[in-house]
């Protein structure tokens, strides 16, 4: 089965409401990571990769990790082993913004891309697990079509980031001189999920 046909299954199971989640299951989240009404989800990805730290000069000590960027896997969420690639997640120049380094998510199959930048966090102990990086709500700042035209994730509004386990800066091995420029790459997981404006 090739990736064009998983996707259509997939999305069909989707708005079947079959499977892990359906295109109208939203997350329960803090009320801050809510997204606005008239957005709707569309995909849904399991994520597995590193929170990516560098060791930098600090005004508080001599030194302190500093987060650098994402790098990430997307798969289709499955309740056993991992479903299919659909997308990957690093940090990239958003040429609507001028260049600006912005978080990314492409997709695997049609290359489209989104930009976005962190709208609000959450580390309610309610939702998220001490030992996590925060839960954020990502609004849109850019969007580009794929290579041959596609555009799977540009339509994006917001992304949720939730269910995260892992990925926090670690609390050793950045406080001395000798430690800058260091790099820490530390696994985590989560769940990101993709709305767009609703028709």
């Known amino acids: 089965m090739n990736g ?8 069909g199971l989707c708005v079947l409401g079959i499977g892990v989640s359906s295109a109208a299951a939203q997350p329960a989240v803090p009320a801050n990571l809510e997204v606005p009404a008239g957005h709707s989800v569309f995909l849904v990805g399991q994520a597995t990769g590193t929170q990516n730290y560098i060791c930098l000069p600090s005004d508080k000590s001599v030194a302190a990790w500093r987060f650098l960027a994402p790098q990430a896997t997307l ?5 056993t082993g991992v479903g299919p690639q659909i997308a990957t997640h690093f940090l990239s120049a958003n040429p609507l913004e001028g260049g600006l380094a912005r978080p990314t998510w492409q997709d695997s199959e049609d290359t489209s891309r989104v930009w976005g930048r962190a709208a ?3 580390t309610d102990p309610a939702f998220v697990d001490a ?7 990502v609004q849109r700042v850019g969007g580009s079509a794929g290579q041959s035209g596609g555009a799977g994730l540009a339509a994006t509004t917001y ?16 406080s001395k001189n000798r430690d800058i420029g260091a790099l820490a790459l530390v696994p985590y997981t989560t769940d990101y999920y993709f709305y767009r404006a609703n028709q």
Do not use: E, H, K, Y
């Open 131 to 137: 030992n996590a990086i925060p839960w954020l709500l």
């Open 75 to 79: 798969f289709v969420p499955a309740t």
């Open 4 to 11: 064009r046909i998983r996707r259509g299954v997939w999305a």
């Open 120 to 122: 609000a966090s959450s």
């Open 159 to 174: 992304i949720q980031r939730v269910n995260t386990s892992g990925g926090v800066a670690p609390a050793d091995g950045c």
